[in-house]
């Protein structure tokens, strides 16, 4: 009864923010890519603009309007409630609230959506791609593509629609607006295209300094105009269309392409998705221990696959939320390791037990597969078993914890408060 009331309430104090002071609103929304994208937005308006963005990720009932109103969620506290009114009060009679608001819009079933675009109707729509999670609550990824549309279906015929162009879901919900749509991807059919992509690793760099000696290069391309963009300490496709998306909405904003260019010199990415880290031994950690889908697992290990090291090693937890799919997907992900030839896999957790299964099936010798229940059975042997030089991908659903795995052969693990996900008091009980 609580949380609905809660839930009631603030939903209409932030409506009444959002009358007071009309800020542009950017909704985000889609199955992966979301939180990158939302951050390398709101780098790029911040040039130009004031910009408030969704903390973490505060994308559902709750959260989006914690970020409309610019308070921190208060658990059960009753003193941090009060101070929710109070912070309701600044931004209402405030003169200097956010000229753009960037609002991440998840969904775990059907209706969210809907829900959160009654509280903040979008001005941009943005769908970055529709994937194979969060599907426990859906009938499989149709269900899927029909909710995330939701924010485009709602779009007013003057907003601007977004997609996508290299995701067929996305780009089919150009038949649900009839204003101004804009697309953003890697092919020709894109409004905004990046091009010549390649990862760049300077082996003679200072290896405490990753976000110098690894990166990516590419070009946008837009109309008449072609830019060349270094993204130092970025590392693949899922960072290339968040950079993509921030020129598509920096170019609606009137922001200088070379501008937005600037800003990914000196981007850093928020911990846990796929970050260039030191380990011992002179090894690189590419951390991406924040979540983990079958799409982004793909495409991590192939940034994996591309950076130069002794050894090459998958350290895959359990992709949570993918309901009856739950093995394939995982047995799909056991195929693309043996196919990226990558030189060690382990595994966390029973459901990527099947990722090791897979990988064996095709011929992945059984002496470079190992198996662990949880992260903190699989840290200690992995630190013991680190060459020098390895290069270490940790990826996995946020409940498998694995960042507890790149702490343990992190090279600064007194840093970790600042470089890694889920290190508040919160998750230390957890």
């Given amino acids: 009864m609580f949380k609905e009331l809660a839930k009631y309430k603030l939903k209409i104090l932030a409506k009444l923010i959002i009358w007071r002071h009309k800020p542009v609103i950017i909704g985000i929304t889609g199955s992966v890519g979301k939180t990158g994208t939302k951050l390398a937005i709101a780098s790029v308006l911040k040039t130009k603009y004031s910009v408030r963005a969704s903390v973490g990720s505060y994308n559902n009932e709750f959260g989006l309007p914690f970020t409309i109103i610019g308070s921190a969620a208060p658990g059960k506290n009753i003193f941090k409630w009060i101070m929710v009114g109070i912070k309701f009060c600044v931004s209402f009679f405030s003169k200097n609230y956010p000229k753009v608001l960037i609002l991440e819009m998840g969904a775990d079933r059907p209706g969210d959506i809907a829900y959160l675009v009654s509280i903040a109707k979008p001005d941009i729509a943005i ?38 162009s290299d995701d067929a879901r996305v780009m089919a919900m150009k038949e649900l607006h009839s204003g101004k749509i804009l697309t953003y991807g890697l092919g020709e059919q894109a409004d905004v295209q990046g091009v010549d992509m390649k990862i760049y ?180 042997p992995l630190q013991r078993g680190l060459s020098e030089g390895d290069v270490v991908l940790v990826k996995g659903s946020q409940g498998m914890r694995m960042e507890r795995i790149v702490k343990e052969i992190m090279a600064e693990p007194e840093r970790a408060g600042d470089l890694l996900c889920r290190q508040d008091a919160t998750w230390a009980k957890k």
């Fill in 127 to 164: 769908v970055t791609r529709v994937g194979s999670v969060h599907m426990e609550y859906f009938d499989g990824p149709d269900g899927l593509q029909r909710e995330k549309s939701t924010i485009i279906h709602f779009l007013g015929k003057e907003g601007i629609a977004i997609l996508n």
């Fill in 201 to 380: 690793q300077y082996t003679d760099a200072n290896l405490h300094d990753l976000t110098e000696s690894l990166g990516m290069k590419f070009e946008v391309i837009h109309d008449d105009w072609q830019m060349p963009v270094n993204a130092k300490g970025l590392l693949g496709r899922p960072n290339l269309y968040s950079i993509l998306a921030a020129f598509t909405v920096g170019r609606i904003f009137n922001i200088p392409p070379k501008n937005i260019a600037n800003v990914f010199l000196k981007y850093e990415l928020p911990p846990g998705r796929l970050r260039p880290l030191s380990g011992i031994k002179n090894a690189i950690i590419l951390d991406d221990s924040y979540n983990s889908s079958p799409e982004a697992a793909e495409e991590s290990l192939r940034v994996l696959r591309e950076i130069k090291g002794k050894r090459r090693i998958a350290v895959l937890g359990d992709m949570l939320e993918l309901g009856p799919t739950t093995e394939m997907l995982h047995r799909k992900i056991g195929r693309s390791v043996n196919d990226l030839r990558i030189d060690l896999l382990i595994t966390v957790g029973r459901r990527a037990a099947f990722i090791a299964d897979e990988a064996r099936n095709r011929g992945f010798a059984k002496t470079r597969i190992k198996e662990y229940e949880t992260s903190d059975d699989a840290r200690l």
